[in-house]
């Protein structure tokens, strides 16, 4: 009889997590013998269809709930609180052996107290230790049989802040690399669009909240581009809190050559035909679209910020790292790209790719995984 997995990852917004979530549940599924369950409490894994890997459907899909800011943390937490009820039930009915937790990890720690499985938490993004959040860890996350982390940066901090044994943390990347990805990236440009593609292109993909620090890029790259409009745009695909914020920003400043698309359900046509990737976040662990950026070719610039890009990103060997919050320094990184040959770019997308995309994949995500659990 197979064992069951639980997958446990609430979220309100579109984000990297849930796809990298739906591709461990694939990895497993593909290189193990598993039964996965997908807990959808929102309507999070509505968009992904497999036969082979079932939804628990907790409250549907909540498309009314706020997607940013407080309000959407306010309702992501009466929601799981809310949900307890229904999580047991489902533990009673299925009796799952692991449950692997995204995001909320607490919860299901909380509920191993009553019941016979064991929790992974995959920590997914930059922790970010606050009282409240050192307190849960301490008396939830602590309790988790194993912990799981994007970076090793990452795994040492935790290992050191709450003085856990360094067998029950393991670095596992996420495995978001597929031929999907290629596939998605060679549709076409929408036909209102394809006009910025006349000129090169320069792009950037993300929430547009403070961890993005999209005012940044646009302040780096105004500096650079006052005698270079004719020749590059930037495209910033995302939304998020601080539309407002950039817009008035383009329109104070008066940059002619930057275009806020919104969200896109496939950012990987844009990204394909894009000259350079740009990260200016604040923090990532990773990054997921630094490395899809890599897998299709598209060199990058990225802040030095932690633990993600600090860890992967090799300054001039694999991209351009500049020094967060320094708009001049990202000018200068700006002025770098353009003027490197050719051969250059081709040394620093092999680079990244031979150095850091093969790591992200099913395959490899799924033979790490099996000596945790085996």
Same mark, same amino acid.
């Given at each position: ?13 579109? *984000? #990297?997590? $849930?796809?990298?979530?739906? /591709?461990?549940?694939?990895?497993? =599924?593909?290189?193990?013998?598993? @039964?996965? +369950? ?65 995001? *909320? #990890?607490? $919860?299901?720690?909380?509920? /191993?107290?009553?019941?016979?499985? =064991?929790?992974?938490?995959?920590? @997914?993004? +930059? ?68 006009? $910025? ?178």
């Amino acid at each position: 009889m197979k064992k069951t997995i639980f997958f446990w990852s609430p979220m309100l917004s579109h *984000v #990297g997590t $849930i796809s990298a979530v739906y /591709s461990m549940a694939k990895s497993l =599924k593909d290189y193990g013998d598993f @039964q996965i +369950y997908l807990i959808n409490i929102f309507g999070e894994f509505q968009n992904f269809n497999d036969n082979e890997i079932k939804k628990i459907n907790i409250f549907g899909n909540l498309n009314s709930l706020p997607k940013t800011g407080i309000a959407s943390k306010i309702s992501i937490y009466i929601f799981t609180i809310l949900a307890i009820p229904l999580l047991i039930f489902w533990i009673i009915k299925k009796k799952p052996f692991l449950i692997i937790s995204n995001l *909320v #990890g607490y $919860i299901p720690n909380l509920l /191993s107290f009553f019941f016979k499985f =064991k929790v992974i938490n995959s920590i @997914q993004g +930059y922790p970010r230790f606050n009282f409240m959040r050192s307190f849960v860890w301490k008396i939830f996350y602590r309790r988790s049989y194993h912990l799981i982390t994007m970076t090793n940066l990452t795994k040492s901090l935790i290992e050191k802040k709450f003085d856990i044994d360094k067998s029950r943390v393991t670095t596992i990347e996420n495995p978001i690399i597929s031929k999907k990805i290629r596939i998605l990236s060679n549709k076409e440009i929408d036909d209102k669009e394809k006009f $910025i593609f006349t000129k090169d292109v320069y792009c950037s993909i993300g929430r547009l909240t403070r961890q993005k620090n999209f005012i940044e890029l646009l302040e780096g790259f105004h500096k650079f581009t006052k005698d270079k409009q004719k020749k590059i745009n930037l495209i910033i695909i995302g939304d998020g809190e601080e539309k407002n914020n950039l817009e008035n920003f383009i329109k104070k400043n008066k940059i002619q050559n930057c275009y806020l698309l919104g969200f896109k359900s496939n950012p990987f046509k844009y990204l394909k035909r894009s000259k350079l990737y740009i990260s200016t976040s604040l923090w990532e662990d990773p990054g997921h679209t630094l490395i899809e950026a890599g897998y299709l070719n598209v060199p990058i610039i990225s802040s030095g910020c932690p633990n993600g890009p600090k860890e992967i990103i090799k300054d001039h060997i694999n991209g351009l790292k500049y020094e967060l919050s320094d708009s001049d320094d990202l000018a200068n990184k700006f002025k770098k790209f353009y003027d490197l040959t050719d051969q250059d770019i081709f040394k620093l997308k092999k680079n990244f790719k031979r150095d850091v995309v093969h790591k992200y994949t099913k395959h490899r995500f799924a033979k790490k995984f099996m000596k945790i659990v085996n």
